[in-house]
Each structure stands twice: as structure tokens, then as C-alpha cells.
């Protein structure tokens, strides 16, 4: 599978996201007539359609030409474009976003890679132009996929539990009350093709992983329609 495919499958597999994601993002802060920032909206735009519902208006940032065109027609067809704009952002500007100083409410993100939402200079960057808050929702700590990549990456728990303490850190030092939010979903995938084929792209990045395939295929097969996938949101609040 490559990344769209993935990406298109997990959200089906992902039953509960609207009883249980979007409840949980909006029980973090108040969205009601904000101008958001929204990193990395995926190929739906789907959390911006949502949060469009409360937020005055979304600018959504992807660095994929394919991504924002196919985020656009999504906009496009639930009649959002005045609510919600669609960028492309080239993966330079992640570090230095070509907007002023406390230009939003709220800057978000979903799901964004540890490597992008650890950086220091990616976490300066959404402080210096939120006005008062960032919340960013985080692959969980205690579920089935830390432990299925832990066959291949030992030690993985402890590596976001380092990865949520590096964040909370950071905002803390760049002058932000700091909160959490945990939540837990059930995926329920229509087959082991799948499931393995989400997960090989997402964690293994489709490359040859010897010996742990076989360990990993079992574990992934007795999941397929109840797999632990857990969450948790990082809110940072600006105190002055």
C-alpha cells in the first residue's frame, strides 16, 4: 500500500472516530468561532470539516500537491471552501511558517510523525503563531500497535513515553500551561490484507523486515476486526 491507500483504509477501519476522536479534540478546548491552524490535514480534510461546524475558519497545510488537491475536493464538496483553505507547505517551512506572530487561536494537529511533532523547531514555530493554544493528538502509549512495532523496535513504549515528556517540556518552556487527553479505539479492518497492509506502510515504511514478518503477521491476523488503537491530545495553553 502506499501512504493515500493507507491512510484511506484506516479512517474506514476507524469505527469510533467521530464517538470517540472528535469528541475527545473537542472536549480539549473550546473551537467556537477561533481562526484555526490545522498542520497536516490529510487527503480528507476530515477533522477540518468536522471543527468547521464550531471554528470561524481552517487553514490547513499539507506538503503534498496530491494531498491538497484531493483535501480541496473534499472542502469542495461539502461546501466549506469559505470556512476552510487548503496550502501546500514545502517541508522547509514546517520549520519556519509563513505566517506572523500569533496569528491563530488554535494551531492543530492530528496524528503527525514524532519525528515533525518533537522538534523543537517545528513545537517553536506552532507556540510563535498561536495566540493561545496547541493541541496536538498523539499516537498512544499502551495499545496493540506499540507492542506489535516493539517485535521489530524494542523499547517502543518507552520511546513515546520520551516522546510525550520532549513535548510537554518544550511547551512548558515556551510558556504553556500544559493538559492531557486519553481515549482508546477500536479498528475494525475488513481483512488481514488490510490491516497488514496499513500497518507495514505507517510503521515499517513497506520495508523488509526479515524474520519479525512472521511474528508480525500473526500478531496483525488475530486483530483484524478488534485492534487497541489509543490516543491521547497534548493542549498547550498560553498563560499571558
Not at 143 to 172: Q, T, W
Amino acid at each position: 500500500m502506499d501512504f493515500t491507500e493507507a491512510y484511506l483504509t484506516i479512517v474506514k477501519a476507524s469505527k469510533e472516530r467521530n464517538t470517540k476522536e472528535l469528541p475527545t479534540i473537542l472536549s480539549c478546548l473550546d473551537f467556537e468561532d477561533k481562526e484555526c491552524l490545522e498542520i497536516g490535514c490529510g487527503p480528507l480534510a476530515r477533522l477540518a470539516i468536522k471543527l468547521s461546524g464550531f471554528a470561524k475558519h481552517i487553514i490547513c497545510l499539507e506538503n503534498y500537491d496530491e494531498t491538497v488537491r484531493t483535501a480541496l475536493q473534499a472542502v469542495t464538496q461539502a461546501g466549506l471552501e469559505k470556512k476552510i483553505s487548503v496550502q501546500l507547505l514545502k517541508k522547509e517551512e514546517l520549520y519556519k511558517l509563513p505566517f506572523s506572530d500569533n496569528s491563530f487561536d488554535v494551531v492543530y494537529g492530528s496524528w503527525l510523525p514524532h519525528a515533525l511533532s518533537t522538534s523543537p523547531e517545528f513545537l517553536d514555530e506552532i507556540t510563535r503563531v498561536s495566540r493561545k493554544y496547541i493541541l496536538l493528538l498523539m499516537p498512544g502509549i499502551n495499545d496493540d500497535l506499540v507492542k506489535m512495532k516493539s517485535f521489530v523496535y524494542p523499547g517502543e513504549k518507552e520511546r513515546r513515553e520520551e516522546y510525550k515528556k520532549r513535548i510537554s517540556r518544550h511547551l512548558k518552556q515556551n510558556g504553556m500551561r500544559v493538559s492531557y487527553k486519553e481515549e482508546t479505539l477500536l479498528l475494525d479492518f475488513e481483512t488481514e490484507e488490510d490491516i497488514e497492509g496499513v500497518f507495514y506502510c505507517f510503521d515499517f515504511k513497506n520495508q523488509d523486515i526479515g524474520n519479525k514478518k512472521a511474528k508480525v503477521d500473526s500478531f496483525l491476523e488475530k486483530r483484524v476486526h478488534n485492534l487497541k488503537n489509543s490516543f491521547y491530545c497534548i493542549i498547550g495553553e498560553k498563560l499571558q
